[in-house]
């Protein structure tokens, strides 16, 4: 190996190190403060857009499952069910006052905003239903849950329980189960805060 491929190699790991050390400061720097900001910021009101709580095993839900039963649907587990009941529990040690619960048809969505919420009304929001499954209804419904997110004034919380698919496509990241995204608006822009989990 000649002297100037030694130097550039050199120099390229040096870069890579660099890159590397720049996104785990990051990362390290963006996960207490940035679930503190998102605490804070729900506090003030906003949305919580949710995905809903643990699920038995699976991906998407069984050939031919409807939305009007339950049964033929993939549901959550009971670890998930305990998930969701800790919700509110949660919002409300931190002082969070939930005006409003939008979920997804689909059952696990019902369900965990029911648990949740334990007595609240639960609006069925037709924007949050899963398009898993027909990615072709995916732009018209991230364009009206966008519309609803910005419609939002408060002056407490509006929780909408969802789909991964659909705060994906929302957000632009990734969300676990039973995690929480926090949304702010500013103008006509949704901002993302940060994200609370339960």
């Not at 000649?2 to 590397?20: I, P």
């Not at 609240?120 to 966008?146: C, I, K, M, W, Y």
């Amino acid at each position: 190996m000649n002297a100037r491929r030694r130097r550039v190699l050199v120099a390229g790991a040096g870069v890579a190190a660099a890159a590397l050390s720049v996104r785990l400061a990051r990362a390290a720097a963006s996960t207490e403060p940035a679930d503190e900001a998102a605490w804070s910021a729900l506090q003030a009101g906003g949305v919580l857009i949710m995905r809903h709580a643990q699920t038995e095993p699976g991906v998407g839900d069984p050939p031919g499952f409807r939305l009007d039963d339950c049964a033929t649907q993939r549901n959550l587990s009971p670890a998930g069910r305990a998930q969701a009941a800790a919700v509110g529990p949660a919002l409300a040690k931190r002082g969070v006052r939930v005006d409003r619960i939008e979920s997804s048809a689909w059952c696990r969505c019902m369900d965990t905003a029911r648990l949740a919420f334990p007595g609240a009304p639960v609006h069925v929001n037709a924007a949050l239903n899963s398009f898993f499954e027909d990615r072709r209804t995916g732009p018209a419904q991230t364009q009206a849950l966008r519309a609803r997110v910005l419609a939002w004034r408060g002056p407490g919380v509006l929780v909408l329980v969802t789909h991964q698919v659909n705060i994906g496509a929302l957000t632009g990241r990734p969300v676990a189960v039973g995690e929480g995204v926090v949304l702010r608006t500013a103008g006509n822009e949704i901002q993302v805060v940060g994200a609370v989990q339960f």
